[in-house]
């Protein structure tokens, strides 16, 4: 299996905040990498995929960049909608599996 | 509008059965792999395998293969998931979503059921 690491696990920011959030995985998955938004309580939410695309609906505030084994997702200005946990997927191989999530708090 | 619509809540005891559904509406079915996903209370996202509903072509996580099956009825739109016994480690949300795409890498999980909660105690 591919595994897959999220750093750091948690953060704290304030709105308007710069968030970067990093994934890397134990084997190239090329670009076959999604990030998701769970908010407690609710359903998971595509936010990225391809490791760049952005999923329709998704403010353009969230970027996505990466290749091979490391990549990143941006919040350029945190929004008080954007507090939840993020994972990051890897869809090369199956299993396909998440990372363990980074929740983003209140500072 | 692009729906997946989760059985309800399930409350079992150990070593019974159970098979939850998860209706798909506004795409075509037989188009895209169907995933499920596990949530264990407090905990993260865990990949537990797909299905292409079309021929019934499936995926497992290595660590589901032979604990639960997935299945798909093409002509009623509608995946499951299911355990011939449960175990108390089986609680948790399970969750549906819709691999985009057309192919199992697909374009992420796009669709998301509104989860099933199902509950194992004695």
């Known amino acids: 299996d591919i595994q897959m690491t999220q750093s750091p696990s948690s953060l704290s920011a304030s709105v308007g905040d710069r968030v970067t959030i990093t994934c890397r995985a134990s084997?190239?998955?090329?670009?076959?990498l999604n990030w998701y938004q769970q908010k407690p309580g609710k359903v998971p939410k595509l936010l990225m995929f391809?490791?760049?695309s952005l999923q329709k609906g998704v403010p353009s505030r969230f970027s996505g960049s990466g290749s091979g084994t490391d990549f990143t997702l941006t919040i350029i200005s945190l929004q008080p909608e954007d507090f939840a946990t993020y994972f990051c997927?890897?869809?090369?191989?199956?299993?396909?599996?998440f990372g363990p999530g980074t929740k983003v708090d209140v500072k | 509008e692009m729906q997946l619509v989760q059985s309800g809540a399930e409350v079992k005891k150990p070593g019974e059965s159970l098979k939850i559904s998860c209706k798909a509406s506004?795409?075509?079915?037989?188009?895209?792999?169907v995933g499920w996903v596990r949530q264990m209370p407090g905990k993260g996202l865990e990949w537990m395998g797909i299905i292409f509903p079309a021929d019934s072509d499936t995926r497992y996580s290595p660590s589901f293969q032979g604990q639960v099956t997935i299945s798909a009825d093409k002509s009623i739109s509608t995946a499951y998931l299911q355990w011939s016994s449960l175990k108390a480690s089986d609680t948790a949300i399970y969750y549906c979503?819709?691999?985009?795409?057309?192919?199992?890498?697909?374009?992420?999980?796009?669709?998301w059921g509104q989860g099933t909660t199902v509950t194992v105690s004695s």
């Open positions: 391809g490791a760049s």
């Open positions: 997927q890897q869809s090369y191989s199956t299993p396909y599996t």
């Open positions: 084997q190239s998955v090329y670009s076959y």
């Open positions: 979503a819709r691999q985009s795409g057309g192919s199992p890498r697909g374009d992420g999980m796009d669709v």
């Open positions: 506004g795409y075509k079915f037989t188009g895209d792999w």
